[in-house]
């Protein structure tokens, strides 16, 4: 079990800054199964936000992005 712990983690240690990893796991107390399930991760460069589809004024990094799933096409 030990095992399957530190591997979710260091896959989640991957993906998220120091700052963001922090803010996630202690101040939200968000498990990393759900971390990872959620496809939360740091992103440093315009360019990503840009391919994301973010407008300029949100191209602002450090940013903290997450999958958003729509159920039919609703918010």
């Given at each position: 079990m030990q095992a399957n712990q530190a591997a979710r983690a260091s896959r989640v240690d991957d993906h998220l800054?120091?700052?963001?990893?922090?803010?996630?796991?202690?101040?939200?107390?968000?498990?990393?199964?759900?971390?990872?399930?959620?496809?939360?991760?740091?992103?440093t460069s315009p360019k990503d936000?840009?391919?994301?589809?973010?407008?300029?004024?949100?191209?602002?990094?450090?940013?903290l992005v997450w999958t958003v799933h729509r159920i039919a096409n609703r918010c």
């Open positions: 800054s120091e700052a963001h990893l922090h803010m996630l796991r202690e101040e939200s107390a968000i498990a990393d199964d759900v971390i990872l399930a959620h496809g939360y991760r740091t992103v936000l840009l391919d994301l589809g973010f407008a300029p004024a949100q191209r602002r990094e450090p940013g």
